[in-house]
Antibody, heavy 122, light 107 residues
Framework: QVTLKESGPALVKPSQTLTLTCTFS??????????VTWIRQSPGKPLEWLAR???????FYNPSLKTRLSISRDIAKNQVVLAMTGIDPLDTGTYYC??????????????WGQGIQVTVSS | DIQLTQSPSSLSASVGDRVTISCRAS??????LNWYQHRPGEAPSLLMY???NLQRGVPSRFSGRGSGTDFTLTISTLQPEDFATYYC?????????FGQGTKVEIK
């Protein structure tokens, strides 16, 4: 059974770095075709894809946020970490991680975490 | 970026109704279109991938059609557990993008 769970701070001050952890089970991130991705939803906005890390270590970022994002993985702990620098109140929202299947196109997110609500405020 | 426009943004329907949600892409995306369901307080879940492929475990009352720029998600007979928000998402080109969502509410 595949599960993912997001963890991190609920409240972050502007200009700080937000660090979120996705802890997963039920799959291996080094098995071919498995990826972990991050998506967020800010109030009143559509879901926004942020970043992805693949079974081979390749990283992909939303170009609009690329300079602020960093994604990494800890295979032994079954964790993927997303760091976002220069946090702004506009970054307030719910952040989700998900497992992405990338064996053959089209790719899709077949499992999602429940999300973590992050508020940016001084 | 590829824009996805869903319509309607919300709808009211009764149990047993047939419901259709549209998703239009700003450029052709082949069949690289997925649909997700999101109930409040729960994790989003995958319904359809590749425009018309039903995810394992999803009831057959859900169906998807389309290719190119125009896609639809249909719920043939609405059930109480189907009241949720539905999102389309393209995986044709990065950055992957989502529609703004369609909220299906109880009439």
């Amino acid at each position: 059974q595949v599960t993912l769970k997001e963890s991190g701070p609920a409240l972050v001050k502007p200009s700080q770095t937000l660090t979120l952890t996705c802890t997963f089970s039920g799959f291996s991130l080094i098995a071919s075709g498995n990826c972990v991705t991050w998506i967020r939803q800010s109030p009143g906005k559509p879901l926004e894809w942020l970043a992805r890390i693949d079974w081979d270590g390749d990283e992909f970022y939303n170009p609009s946020l690329k300079t602020r994002l960093s994604i990494s993985r800890d295979i032994a702990k079954n964790q993927v970490v997303l760091a976002m620098t220069g946090i702004d109140p506009l970054d307030t929202g719910t952040y989700y991680c998900g497992r992405l299947r990338a064996i053959t196109a089209p790719y899709y997110i077949d499992y999602w975490g429940q999300g973590i609500q992050v508020t940016v405020s001084s | 970026d590829i824009q996805l426009t869903q319509s309607p943004s919300s709808l009211s329907a009764s149990v047993g109704d047939r419901v259709t949600i549209s998703c239009r892409a700003s450029q052709t995306i082949g069949d690289f279109l997925n649909w997700y369901q999101h109930r409040p307080g729960e994790a989003p879940s995958l319904l359809m991938y590749g425009a018309s492929n039903l995810q394992r475990g999803v009831p057959s009352r859900f169906s998807g059609r389309g290719s190119g720029t125009d896609f639809t998600l249909t719920i043939s007979t609405l059930q109480p557990e189907d009241f949720a928000t539905y999102y389309c998402q393209q995986s044709y080109a990065t950055p992957w993008t989502f529609g703004q969502g369609t909220k299906v509410e109880i009439k």
